[in-house]
């Protein structure tokens, strides 16, 4: 949802930009540079955030393995 809310307003504001300038081809360019970069930032963030719950997760099964071993 993130990642397409990013990229809707990337869009948008290249647009706009597009249609104030004279240089089309570039500002073309530079919408798709943007919406790739919006989406890969996208993506970062929902990789960190899977990756906290996995590292959480392990914590939390490590702690129970060392209870279970200190019986």
């Given amino acids: 949802m993130t990642k397409s809310i990013a990229l809707s307003l990337v869009l948008a504001a ?3 930009l597009a249609a ?3 240089g089309t081809e570039n500002a073309a360019n530079n919408a798709a540079n943007s ?3 919006a989406s890969n930032a996208a993506d970062n963030a929902m990789n960190a955030a899977l990756n906290a719950a996995d590292n959480a997760a392990n914590a939390a099964s490590n ?3 060392n209870v279970a071993n200190a019986m």
């Fill in 20 to 22: 104030c300038s004279g």
């Fill in 35 to 37: 919406a790739e970069n």
């Fill in 63 to 65: 702690a129970t393995n």
């Fill in 14 to 16: 290249s647009l706009g």
